[in-house]
């Protein structure tokens, strides 16, 4: 009788540990991504934000480019959450993005309002690997 607790115990532990290492659902996956992205920018870490940008947007753009480009323009953000996704097919999905920002180049009094606003992103999985498409 001991032996048949000690071979079920290990078998529902087993079964245990198998579900603690599913896989993520691709929706899942793209979602970290799109987070981790937006994680970074908001760090001003733009060389590891460009990472996330398809392979042919990063040929012609460098870190140093993207970051110029971030901080010019007219908004400054200030959070970013992912609040989930819709994929049209197997590898393109559209996220809807809440962004938190400012305008410091607007009339006082506006310029140090926090505004909110949701944002769609478009992401392609090439090779297996989501990425963020730009216009």
């Not at 991504?33 to 001003?44: E, F, G, K, T, V």
């Not at 870490?45 to 753009?61: C, D, K, N, S, V």
């Not at 310029?111 to 769609?120: F, I, P, S, T």
């Amino acid at each position: 009788m001991n032996r048949l607790r000690l071979i079920s115990l290990a078998a529902a532990l087993a079964a245990v540990a198998g579900c603690a290492n599913t896989p993520s659902t691709p929706e899942q996956t793209l979602e970290e991504r799109s987070q981790a992205r937006w994680n970074h920018i908001l760090a001003d870490e733009y060389e590891q934000a460009l990472t996330y940008y398809t392979p042919g947007y990063r040929q012609i753009t460098s870190a140093a480019d993207y970051e110029i480009w971030v901080k010019s323009r007219p908004v400054h953000w200030t959070g970013a959450e992912v609040k989930g996704s819709e994929c049209e097919s197997e590898d393109r999905c559209t996220l809807i993005v809440d962004l938190g920002y400012r305008v410091p180049s607007a009339p006082t009094g506006i310029k140090d309002m926090q505004m909110q606003r949701d944002v769609q992103e478009q992401w392609i999985r090439l090779d297996g690997q989501w990425f963020f498409a730009t216009d």
